[in-house]
């Protein structure tokens, strides 16, 4: 027996590329565009989480040029040390003002925010619970925390109640999505503040997917329920809305500041580099100016939930830009997923672990970028397909 073992005997990709439906590493060969170029050949991105079309956008693109003009490509060290420029405390500064926190800290990627914020701050004696379906950062994320860890089912507040009693007497914070990235359903912060009547915790959203897509300026979940003022921690990514890629943290001055002397992911990563930072300073302000991508967003929402919806195909609680088509068989969504593609659309299957066992998804998502035509021939390829493989009469 030896350490590699694991991995030559690793076969359960082998067997899906055997029957010719491997459907990951696909090579695109343009940017993240409503329409992208694969082989040659023009194809519809619905898997793309560029819910505002900004990582195309002009001043986005300018943005990032120049700042690399001024201060070259990387900061050769951590935030800690060398690696804080001005312009990641200027961001810092406009996250906080836009999120309306006190602080916020900027991370190299969102999975390395929640890394660092859940490690550092579940700590010995607390207590962590966390939805069943939240993202596998958050859950690598406690894995590293000296705490307790429960779960409580799906947006089940009868069940969470449940946890809660059990850990009366604990220090305890629960984390949940804002917005879920493969079911495209939305966490019922707002529920979950009320159960505060009943009993003390604090609370993490990782916004990640809600962030310029939910609420009435685009600060995310908190916003869209009217409970920012009662939301402890604030996670999000640039990887999404933001048009780039990294992650950040909106909290009270105390939790950053603890936050910038602990965690481990910020302190021993180097930072994030000045093209980026550059690039998210300019996203938010494009998001503050032009309210009309949002809600552009929503009109194609709206129109792909009603189409799917018409022609019978289960989406599940979708409730967001992302709708998922299930079709229950992890063979049937790759196979799915390279027919769409020779139809000229490009979807992401979801399997199991990433589901529950049955439950495997077609995940579409939708940009604010996409015209009606590029959602009707969307609409038409799920339809040819969906009735080829019986997903539909």
């Given at each position: 027996?030896?350490?590699?073992?694991?991995?030559?005997?690793?076969?359960?990709?082998?067997?899906?590329?055997?029957?010719?439906?491997?459907?990951?590493?696909?090579?695109?060969?343009?940017?993240?565009?409503?329409?992208?170029?694969?082989?040659?050949?023009?194809?519809?991105?619905?898997?793309?989480?560029?819910?505002?079309?900004?990582?195309?956008?002009?001043?986005?693109?300018?943005?990032?040029?120049?700042?690399?003009?001024?201060?070259?490509?990387?900061?050769?060290?951590?935030?800690?040390?060398?690696?804080?420029?001005?312009?990641?405390?200027?961001?810092?500064?406009?996250?906080?003002?836009?999120?309306?926190?006190?602080?916020?800290?900027?991370?190299?990627?969102?999975?390395?925010?929640?890394?660092?914020?859940?490690?550092?701050?579940?700590?010995?004696?607390?207590?962590?619970?966390?939805?069943?379906?939240n993202h596998a950062s958050i859950v690598d994320g406690l894995r590293l925390s000296n705490g307790e860890v429960k779960k409580f089912n799906h947006n089940d507040m009868e069940d969470l109640d449940r946890v809660l009693e059990g850990t009366r007497d604990k220090n305890k914070m629960i984390v949940v999505d804002g917005v879920f990235s493969m079911e495209g359903d939305i966490s019922p912060v707002d529920e979950i503040i009320a159960l505060r009547?009943?009993?003390?915790?604090?609370?993490?959203?990782?916004?990640?997917?809600?962030?310029?897509?939910?609420?009435?300026?685009?600060?995310?979940?908190?916003?869209?329920?009217?409970?920012?003022?009662?939301?402890?921690?604030?996670?999000?990514?640039?990887?999404?809305?933001?048009?780039?890629?990294?992650?950040?943290?909106?909290?009270?001055?105390?939790?950053?500041?603890?936050?910038?002397?602990?965690?481990?992911?910020?302190?021993?990563?180097?930072?994030?580099?000045?093209?980026?930072?550059?690039?998210?300073?300019?996203?938010?302000?494009?998001?503050?100016?032009?309210?009309?991508?949002?809600?552009?967003?929503?009109?194609?929402?709206?129109?792909?939930?009603?189409?799917?919806?018409?022609?019978?195909?289960?989406?599940?609680?979708?409730?967001?830009?992302?709708?998922?088509?299930?079709?229950?068989?992890?063979?049937?969504?790759?196979?799915?997923?390279?027919?769409?593609?020779?139809?000229?659309?490009?979807?992401?299957?979801?399997?199991?672990?990433?589901?529950?066992?049955?439950?495997?998804?077609?995940?579409?998502?939708?940009?604010?970028?996409?015209?009606?035509?590029?959602?009707?021939?969307?609409?038409?390829?799920?339809?040819?397909?969906?009735?080829?493989?019986?997903?539909?009469?």
């Amino acid at each position: 027996m030896g350490i590699f073992d694991k991995c030559t005997n690793y076969r359960d990709a082998d067997k899906v590329i055997e029957a010719g439906v491997y459907p990951y590493f696909r090579m695109i060969e343009s940017q993240q565009d409503p329409v992208v170029m694969m082989g040659g050949r023009e194809v519809i991105m619905v898997g793309s989480n560029n819910y505002l079309g900004l990582t195309s956008h002009p001043r986005v693109k300018e943005a990032a040029i120049e700042a690399i003009r001024k201060y070259g490509t990387g900061c050769a060290g951590s935030r800690f040390l060398n690696g804080t420029l001005d312009i990641h405390v200027k961001l810092e500064e406009k996250l906080a003002r836009f999120f309306r926190k006190e602080g916020a800290l900027v991370y190299a990627t969102g999975y390395q925010t929640n890394l660092g914020v859940l490690s550092a701050v579940v700590g010995r004696g607390d207590v962590a619970i966390s939805d069943r379906l939240n993202h596998a950062s958050i859950v690598d994320g406690l894995r590293l925390s000296n705490g307790e860890v429960k779960k409580f089912n799906h947006n089940d507040m009868e069940d969470l109640d449940r946890v809660l009693e059990g850990t009366r007497d604990k220090n305890k914070m629960i984390v949940v999505d804002g917005v879920f990235s493969m079911e495209g359903d939305i966490s019922p912060v707002d529920e979950i503040i009320a159960l505060r009547r009943k009993h003390d915790f604090g609370i993490m959203v990782d916004d990640a997917h809600g962030v310029g897509v939910l609420g009435e300026t685009g600060r995310g979940t908190a916003e869209h329920f009217g409970v920012e003022d009662d939301v402890d921690i604030i996670m999000g990514t640039y990887s999404k809305s933001l048009g780039t890629i990294g992650g950040f943290v909106v909290a009270s001055a105390d939790i950053i500041k603890y936050l910038k002397h602990v965690s481990r992911s910020m302190i021993f990563s180097a930072s994030l580099a000045p093209a980026l930072v550059a690039a998210v300073s300019t996203a938010l302000d494009i998001i503050d100016q032009e309210p009309e991508r949002r809600e552009r967003l929503w009109y194609n929402t709206n129109k792909m939930m009603e189409g799917f919806k018409s022609y019978g195909f289960d989406i599940g609680d979708a409730a967001s830009p992302i709708i998922p088509v299930v079709v229950k068989e992890d063979m049937l969504a790759f196979k799915m997923a390279l027919m769409l593609q020779e139809e000229g659309v490009f979807a992401n299957p979801v399997v199991n672990p990433a589901t529950p066992p049955g439950r495997a998804l077609m995940r579409t998502s939708y940009m604010a970028t996409h015209t009606d035509e590029h959602l009707d021939r969307v609409l038409e390829a799920f339809v040819k397909v969906g009735k080829q493989l019986g997903l539909i009469s």
